[in-house]
Structures are given as structure tokens and as C-alpha cells.
């Protein structure tokens, strides 16, 4: 027996016989005999970055311009309007019960431009009525002073025709929260006092280019520049010029149908009032009339939508 199996206690046989019990691979025979081979390691795959830079682009630029496609359709603008514009007074109070929420929100479905009077309740709500028709039109036995947001707001308000339904009011807030950006809002106002609350909530909403004051009241017509909102001439156009409407901050002006031609060569953007009929519309729009308010729009403009 060797010097070094002397040292360990055993012979090179009786190790070969342990090793053979446990398993193990003789002496002679590689380690590795019977294990699965090693797949080899796949090349590492090159990042391309300026194709990936370049991708990015693409997508931010698509994105971008889907939002402003998109957006530009959900809010509507006055920069944004066709010409010629039609408008609502009163809802159409010809058609639906005036000032209701109703009107205001099939305008807004028929592509008219809601036109509300505003004015202000006993408790300083400003509401959309019409401080001398709203009482028998809701059959009041007082004025609007006598009420305050809940009790306007319990009212009905009878339609115009025979065999139409009813209509409920609505608050100034409630028209800006509801239907603003998804169309114009051409809201009467005659007082300064009521105008504050009125442009206070516009620029709450962001909504001072959807909007548009009209008015034969200069302070009113400057509050609303200051704004940022286009005020509109609502009086007696006979009583002073184009250049001192433009000075006092109104933009647009109302003229009778009959005259409002003679309007068109100024700054200031002309709407026709007392249209009779879809030709003259097109007619006054041939000759530079930007729009047209109604208490019918549907007689001179029918609108393009479709019902059910």
C-alpha cells in the first residue's frame, strides 16, 4: 500500500467500491458524462435608440394633435363660429318654454346658440329668466325678488304651445356647470350689479371665449372687456356710431334685419334681429351679416341634426 493510502486508512480498491456505492463517476470517466449540455447564451439584442427616440416623436405628435382634433370639437369658441350664427332668445321662446333648462339644452343638441335674459332672485341668485315674463310665465303671484334659489328653482315654466310639455329654470351656475364649452352662451344682462356674479362665474369656468354679454348698458359692455368676454350692443343703434360702440368695448352689435346690411362694413361683428325666413338669412350672410337672433331659429336655420 502506498505511503499516501497508508495515510488515509484505505486502499485505492476500497475507495473505488465507495465511490461505485454512492453513485459517483469512477476515477477514469469525466465529470460531466451524463449531464444535459449548456445551451448556449444568445447574443444580447442592440437597442436601437434613435429609432426608439424617433418612435417617441411620432407618438407625442400624434397624441397632441388628437387632443387638439378632439377638444376643438367638445369647445366651442365665438373665435370658432360659422357664419352665419344663429341664436336663441330666450331658448327659443317661440318654440319651448322660456329661459328652461329644456331649451337651453336642445339648442345646445340643434347647434343654436342659447341666448338667456339674466337677472338676479331676493337672495342674489342669478338666474336665467326674464324679470317681466318669468312671473306669469310661472304663474307667480309676485315678482322674482320674492324668491330665492330653492323656491325658483321648484317652479314650472308653461310652454308656448298648447300640448308641449313644461319647462324647469335654471340658475345661471347650473347653465356655465352643464352646457358651457359645448356651445356659446349669449346671456342678456343689463345691470352692473347683475354682471359681477355673471362674469365672476365665467371666469370661474374658464368659459370667457364661449361666451358672449349682450347689452345697451356701457358699463356692463366694459366690464365684459375687461373680462375677456365679447360684449354685444343691444339698444338703439341710431344713437351713436360704430367707432363709439368699438371705444366702449362692444365687438358685436344687434341690428334690425332691415338695416343691418348698412352695418357690415364697420369692426364690429353684425347680428340681425327680426329675420323672417331662411332666404333673408342667407341673404344678410351674402352681405356680411355674421348671425341672426330668434325666438325661432328653426325658421331660419333648420338644423342639420336628426332626431330619432
Request: charged content about 25%; proline content about 7%; aromatic content about 6%.
Amino acid at each position: 500500500m502506498s505511503k499516501k493510502n497508508r495515510r488515509y486508512g484505505r486502499s485505492e480498491r476500497e475507495q473505488n467500491q465507495r465511490a461505485q456505492a454512492n453513485g459517483s463517476q469512477t476515477p477514469d470517466a469525466p465529470l460531466d458524462h451524463d449531464r444535459a449540455p449548456v445551451p448556449d447564451r444568445p447574443a444580447p439584442k442592440k437597442f436601437n435608440a434613435p429609432l426608439w427616440a424617433g418612435l417617441i416623436v411620432v407618438i407625442a405628435v400624434v397624441a397632441v394633435l388628437g387632443f387638439n382634433m378632439f377638444s376643438s370639437k367638445d369647445h366651442l369658441t365665438v373665435d370658432s363660429l360659422n357664419q352665419p350664427a344663429v341664436a336663441a332668445l330666450d331658448g327659443g321662446s317661440d318654440v319651448y318654454p322660456a329661459n328652461s333648462k329644456r331649451a337651453f339644452t336642445e339648442n345646445t343638441k340643434f347647434g343654436y346658440l342659447p341666448a338667456p335674459t339674466l337677472t338676479t332672485l331676493g337672495d342674489g341668485t342669478v338666474v336665467a329668466a326674464d324679470p317681466e315674463a318669468a312671473p306669469k310665465d310661472m304663474g307667480l303671484k309676485d315678482d322674482l325678488s320674492t324668491l330665492d334659489r330653492d323656491s325658483f328653482l321648484a317652479q314650472t315654466i308653461k310652454p308656448p304651445r298648447k300640448g308641449t310639455a313644461s319647462g324647469e329654470p335654471m340658475t345661471w351656475d347650473q347653465m356655465i356647470d352643464e352646457i358651457a364649452g359645448a356651445t356659446v352662451l349669449m346671456p342678456l344682462v343689463e345691470s352692473p350689479e347683475v354682471a359681477g356674479p355673471v362674469l365672476e362665474k365665467v371666469a370661474e369656468a374658464d368659459s370667457a371665449e364661449s361666451t358672449i354679454v349682450r347689452t345697451s348698458s356701457a358699463a356692463v359692455a366694459k366690464a365684459a372687456s375687461d373680462a375677456g368676454v365679447a360684449a354685444m350692443f343691444t339698444g338703439d343703434v341710431t344713437a351713436s356710431g360704430a367707432e363709439s360702440f368699438s371705444s366702449s368695448g362692444y365687438t358685436m352689435i344687434a341690428v334690425d334685419a332691415a338695416d343691418a346690411a348698412e352695418w357690415t362694413g364697420t369692426d364690429l361683428k353684425v347680428w340681425a334681429t327680426g329675420v323672417k325666413d331662411e332666404k333673408q338669412l342667407k341673404e344678410l350672410a351674402e352681405a356680411g351679416v355674421f348671425g341672426a337672433l330668434s325666438t325661432n331659429p328653426y325658421t331660419i336655420q333648420p338644423s342639420d341634426v336628426k332626431t330619432d
